[in-house]
């Protein structure tokens, strides 16, 4: 199975011979035992068996750790609609509600209740991504949509089997 470890670069967008215009994320492969950018000496990726290329069209899978978003409210973290803007409703604006408990639950909180927290910091694998373009000159990969985490962040790229 194909599989590197890569640094996410940016975001950008590119334009086929069509004009039709694709948003893509670059990745550049980085060197698993140093953690330093790989040379053009060494190939596009890295592998224990040895070298492994992608190429343009093929499906990947990406694996990552999302943006950390410190502490949010339910309705950033989990979409909670909030309480009405009018007739007395003075502070409930942005607030959970009810979480139930009493005879249901035996006066606690369920396991798993949705409330304000952490939010982000989870690892995330975003399947079914095709490569658009892979630049050997620049050690680019350029892989259609989004990829999980920030600019740095380390990301697991395999083929899609």
Do not use: W, Y
């Not at 309705?75 to 408990?101: L, P, W």
């Amino acid at each position: 199975m194909k599989k590197i470890i890569a640094k996410k670069v940016n975001m950008t967008q590119i334009f086929d011979e069509s004009g039709e215009v694709f948003p893509v994320t670059v990745v550049v492969p980085v060197d698993q035992e140093s953690q330093t950018l790989v040379t053009p000496s060494q190939g596009l990726t890295l592998e224990s068996t040895g070298p492994v290329t992608f190429e343009t069209g093929e499906m990947v899978v990406v694996s990552g750790i999302s943006k950390g978003k410190g502490f949010q409210g339910v309705v950033k973290r989990h979409g909670f609609k909030g309480g009405r803007r009018s007739h007395g409703q003075k502070h409930s604006e942005r607030e959970a509600g009810s979480i139930g408990g009493g005879g249901r639950a035996g006066g606690r909180v369920v396991k798993g209740m949705c409330m304000a927290g952490r939010m982000g910091g989870d690892r995330v694998t975003v399947k079914n991504l095709k490569v658009i373009k892979v630049d050997a000159d620049s050690r680019e990969i350029f892989i259609l949509g989004a990829l999980p985490g920030r600019r740095g962040t380390k990301l697991e790229i395999k083929a899609n089997s």
